[in-house]
């Protein structure tokens, strides 16, 4: 899970990323055009334009060791469709470099470097039409027009919480959503990425060749993150040497000889806390003077509590009647009884 916001003139942006599975992705989008504004003056005043989209990428194949990851991303796939892409990508690790490089039709390959080759399959995908449609799917957008080619580098420093990026943009920003038009003096856009914590990512880059990016990102993983440390809690008391070694010679006087291992298990406030295994045999040879202690410790395993099956010898039959005495005391405050 990971939340991100940033501002690139005119443009400010805030998303909320998902993976709930590893190779699917979700991002719920919301852009801000502060040079557009939302409506007529008299009904939404000085509002800048607001947008809403979702996006998803899925992942097609796995990195190895010589091929790369590719995924299919969609951009926008639903609502005004202003920022509307679809885009295959491929990235492949090498020490401390992150290759990619992909293609993008719509929003993200708005410079059109080519044809598209899904015209020689029908004539319709040589164009890409506005969207008219709001709060649909639109399918009828997907993989039209000239598609651009994108790519980038990103490199860990050796200072670990730094990683610095080199991208070649595959928008040439001349066909903003609501006829907007930016000059770009450079497609190449570099940035720095500072981890201030585990948790919090700042991000700068220049874009364009004359526009300043700054960002940060909260994100977190469910599933390797750990429950806060109960600092109050006292630390479990591991079960003393000699409670250990009392029990294993009461337990090895009295149980047959089929029992190869004793199993203590430390409760503490009536709860399993760990059980310790000692095996019979060695325990004996060492109370014979057979075999040295370390041996002992060597082979006696320390264990986390498991369930273990249990068999009911006797049940008391419940008594049907029972009595008792006993002294009590109630007091209420407020209620339907009280005067509070």
Known sequence: LSLNANRTDPYSRYSLSLQPLDWLEGTFRYTAIS?????????????????????????????SHWLPEVALGF????GTGLFSSEYFV???????????????????GNRGDFDNPLGYIDDRFNS??????IGDVNTSLYFRGKPGLFGGIAYQTPWTPLSLKIEFDGNDYKHEPLNN?????????????????????????????????????????????????????????????????????????NANDDIQW????????????????????????????????VALHRTTEINRPEKNAEN?????????FTYG???GYQQNIGGPDGFL
Not at 128 to 133: C, L, M, Y
Not at 273 to 287: A, G, L, M, N
């Open 128 to 133: 890409r039409p506005a969207s008219t449609t």
């Open 262 to 293: 004793f199993t203590l298990v430390n409760k503490r406030y009536d709860m399993p806390v760990e059980e310790t295994s000692v095996p019979r045999k060695t325990f004996r040879d060492v109370i014979h003077n057979d075999q040295d202690l």
């Open 35 to 63: 040079n557009r504004k939302y409506g007529v003056e008299s009904l939404s005043g000085s509002q800048s334009f607001k947008d809403k989209a979702v996006d998803a990428k899925v992942r097609l194949w796995q990195e």
């Open 181 to 253: 038009s930016f000059k770009q003096d450079s497609p190449i856009n570099i940035g720095a990425v500072y981890k201030l914590s585990d948790s919090v990512d700042l991000s700068a880059g220049w874009e364009r060749g004359n526009t300043a990016l700054f960002g940060i990102t909260l994100h977190t993983n469910f599933v390797s993150r750990k429950a806060p440390a109960k600092t109050y809690d006292p630390p479990a008391q591991p079960l003393p040497a000699k409670g250990v070694g009392r029990a294993s010679r009461i337990l090895d006087n």
């Open 90 to 108: 491929a990235n492949k690790r090498y020490k401390n470099l992150d290759f990619s490089l992909g293609i993008a039709w719509g929003y993200i």
């Open 312 to 320: 009911t010898l006797y049940t008391q039959k419940a008594n049907p």
């Open 325 to 327: 005495f006993g002294l």
């Open 75 to 78: 951009r926008d796939i639903g």
